[in-house]
């Protein structure tokens, strides 16, 4: 909120320094609002919290997985990064977790990264209160971590969106917002020859990619690009917090 501040005060003096005029100000307040509004929702701005966008190192990148898991495509994704042996973060549904523990099992013990990314993943996420969102880090704490004997460090928020009660959560929790630097928008109705296109001409060292792994086709795009990742850059095989952690 440092940044907003700054901002909000540079407006005001702007506006005093220029002219003292209304309309002047009602310009800045709507810009403002607007600045406020897009920091929400693009989380790599670090408009309201810091968040880690890439890896400590720009010989690698880094693939990260939203959503899951999934009973039937996470074990179809997790069987492609171990042909390749490539480490990857999975961002887990709490409540996901609780219907598939031995997935969560399965991916702590082939030596990928699980982090928070709440309990229900609900649009109302960035709405609720700081108590009840450290709620939703208790619960999904309780499913996990007696699973894989080992606390989590870090936080993806849902759709991304930050906001001053995320922040706070975050404080309180002792958590690390851990976002991307390239999104792959495999959501949408992109084709996966348009996805791996754009990742072949968007992607540098250093990168952390988001995927989804709650999808049917994910596992078949990934097992499509790694072939080129590999050669360009440094494939972690190594469990990711290495990459991460000391940013």
Request: aromatic share 12%; glycine share 2%; hydrophobic share 45%.
């Amino acid at each position: 909120m440092i940044c907003c501040t700054a901002v909000f005060l540079l407006s005001l003096a702007v506006v005093f320094f220029f002219a003292f005029s209304s309309a002047y100000f009602f310009i800045f307040l709507l810009i403002f609002a607007v600045f406020l509004m897009v920091g929400a929702i693009q989380i790599r701005l670090n408009v309201y919290l810091h968040s880690i966008t890439h890896c400590n190192t720009r010989d690698t990148v880094l693939l990260s997985f939203d959503d899951g898991p999934h009973p039937i495509y996470t074990p179809l994704l997790l069987d492609v990064l171990d042909r390749y042996k490539v480490k990857a973060v999975f961002c887990i549904i709490g409540k996901n977790a609780k219907k598939h523990p031995e997935l969560i099992k399965d991916i702590h013990n082939r030596g990928h990264l699980l982090i928070h990314h709440s309990y229900s993943h609900s649009w109302f996420f960035p709405l609720l209160s700081v108590k009840k969102m450290l709620k939703e880090i208790q619960y999904t704490n309780e499913v996990i971590e007696p699973l894989i004997k080992e606390k989590l460090l870090f936080f993806r928020p849902p759709f991304g969106v930050t906001n001053p009660r995320i922040s706070k959560m975050l404080k309180k929790s002792a958590l690390i917002s851990l976002a991307w630097s390239y999104r792959s928008f495999d959501t949408t109705s992109k084709s996966s020859e348009q996805i791996i296109n754009e990742i072949k001409k968007r992607i540098k060292g250093g990168d952390i990619l988001l995927f989804h792994d709650n999808l049917p086709n994910t596992h078949l795009l990934i097992q499509e690009i790694l072939p080129y990742l590999d050669q360009e850059f440094k494939m972690n095989s190594i469990p990711p917090k290495s990459l991460i952690y000391d940013i």
